[in-house]
């Protein structure tokens, strides 16, 4: 049954020590009301009991308290699914439901507002509706036989509420216009103490509030949770500037009590954060409408990564929160999947974000309920399939989903992970067998890594907020950044080659995958070694370095771009390095950045560049590596468009094109000796075409010309037309660049 006076509870702890009653309280002045709290107050009214009591009355009623002013006290029926009610008459109240199953009537006692005929205020100064109708009660009768009983003996135990017994009671009675039977009810309300009026009586209230949220949502009445969630949540803000007012300088001491966490949230809700929970869960719920019950004998029949995840698409509806004995079908179905269900439950401690229908006791001196996550129950049963005891309550903290992958790699996961570990831990071991040990062990986690080049976005990088390295003597962390810590020095030192500084940037970015935190001063330093390594970059390390510049950037690093605009200048002046256009893929990534800004025209526009355009058509026409340039994504660079038309204007002749019959040609370079044979079934029918035999001139704007007629809607050109004919094409292809410049990336052949 769920448990009812969390609010009481909460206000025990935070009054500390039990006072006596009506023999110590002292007669005070008629109470009046702070003009802080402005219109919607209800009316002076004159009582003994404490000022600070009756301000906080007004406040409340401003802000969720129901107002019973002008209501018929009544007896009546509510639908209720075992909420707090602390209703006069309700000493034999039973349960008849059970969490997650549908709601049952009580009878109540409560307020009936005119204009409102079938919603009753009840004695936790909140709304119920009225099923059927209702007769009117004597409270001056039930206030007389509440008094007339035995004087409860209270605990910080307690765990209900009855009838009158309570702040909020006290509060609804002056509001009323009953102040003399207000006065005697909180005479004989032992738990009373002066000096803490707002706190206690907001904490009551809410904790009582938070009870219909919560127990209307694992009853999946969404709507009701939903409504009452959102405004409770509307006055969080009122209600901790209200406490700061009141409470002053023991303010401080609430919000950074240990049992808090340190959080700095009022005791009087120290579950507020779930509140927002609630509001996006049941949004959610009403949106998607009821759910049926699962059909076990059709789950049954799926395969295993079917049957997995269905359950965890139905994880939103378990009720059960005793992990230990697993009572919940939903649970218990997940359990005997065992291994192969670790993977998908990572996968939702990482993404999902739904809650259960389940509870349970908070931590701390409050005792409230609290909604239990799917992301919670995945890292349970996890410990469960895993038989890891602590799983959630790792150091003090529950395990996160990082933290058990690293669990995985240790202690083996279908595969040999923990040879793979050792691979990685023996410093006899090669630094190939380093990498390759590293990229089995993140398969063997359950976070493969994207083959590169793939962008970096798509790694979905996750940060790893814990230290563990404690637990595995080293880490797999620790020893991932041993090894690439090593590779750079030794490279840095002289005492091993290039490629082991390569193997140290690849483990680096790999490490991002794994621990975007460390990860970065890593890629730092590997990709920076490699820059200001002399040696000649292969494509490989082309492709590793623009990848590791990227992760920089995606990482935070603000001084990557400005390094690698600095490093490929002068790389493009002095390198004799194979051409390798991977090396430029950060100029497309960030081509909106200020520190690349002019790196485009110096790397593709300036003579000295090894990359000028211009100068590779014409110095190098034979390995066309002006044409690749053009054929890629740096086509969208505006400094390539104005190379590229500078290439279309040169009519230096770098050669010949000879047709050797009716379905080929030849390609002849001034340059070199070798030449190419290219068929074409256009010579037979082109009136353009040269007879077999006969010459026509290569250009350097031809070669350009020849490769961008490839692009989308562009119009035709060939090698072997006269150049009058070339000239004519050429003018309608640089009149198509410059109609279509801000989009040409898209009219790039489908193999770009």
Known sequence: MVRNGFGFVLGLAVVGSLCSCNSRRPTLAPATIPSRLGAGAVAPFRTTLPKAFVEAVQFLRAHGLADPSGGVYSHCRILNPDLILMSAGLTNFKSQVQPGRSAGITEVKGWIVPGLPQEVICLDGLRYTVIGSSTQANLSDDVAAWMARPKPTYTRQSTKNKDFDSDTAVALLLMVGQPKLAEKVA??????????????????????????ILTSHINSDCQVAFRNAVQLKKYRHDYETEGRKVLGNSWVQQMSRPEMGGKGVL?????IEQVDWIVDDDARRINLGLKPPLDWSKVRKLLPEQRVAKLIENMDQITSASMSSAKDPIVNALLAEGKSAVVPLLTVMDEDTRLTQATEVGTGTSGMRQVISVKDFARSLLGLILNWTNI??????????????????????????????????????TPEQWLEAVKKLMVAAGKPLPSLPQPLPAMKVQRLADDTSGRFNPSLRDLLKERVNQLVDETILNKSGPQNLMIALQMAIEVAAWDSVEALPLIAKASNAMMNSSSELDHSGAQFLAQAIEARVFLGDKAALYEYAQWLQSFASQSTSPFELTLFKPLVTFSNSVELKAVPDKVFMDSTSHFSLVKLAKEEPGKQRAQKIALSRLIQIPAVQRGIQLVLEDKTSLGSVVA??????????????????????????????????????????????FALQRLKGAPPFELYWPDTVKDVAIKQLQSFLKAKASDLASLLPSSR
């Not at 004989?188 to 009870?211: C, P, Y």
């Not at 005791?267 to 579950?271: E, G, K, R, S």
């Not at 002849?668 to 190419?676: D, H, V, Y």
């Open 660 to 705: 050797d019959n009716s379905t080929s040609y030849t390609l002849l370079l001034n340059s070199q000796t070798s030449f190419t044979s290219t068929k074409s079934l256009h010579l037979k029918t082109d009136p353009h075409a040269p007879k077999a035999g006969d010459h026509r001139d290569y250009r350097v704007c031809d070669g350009m010309a």
């Open 187 to 212: 005479g004989k309300i032992t738990h009373v103490k002066l000096g803490q009026e707002f706190l206690r009586l907001s904490t009551e209230f809410l904790g009582n509030w938070w009870e219909k």
């Open 392 to 429: 959630s309550n790792l150091n003090g903290l529950p395990a996160t989903s990082q933290q058990i992958r690293e669990y995985l790699v240790r202690n083996g996961s279908g595969v040999d992970a923990d040879r793979l570990f050792n691979v990685l831990d023996d410093d006899e071991a």
């Open 267 to 271: 005791w009087a809700f120290p579950f």
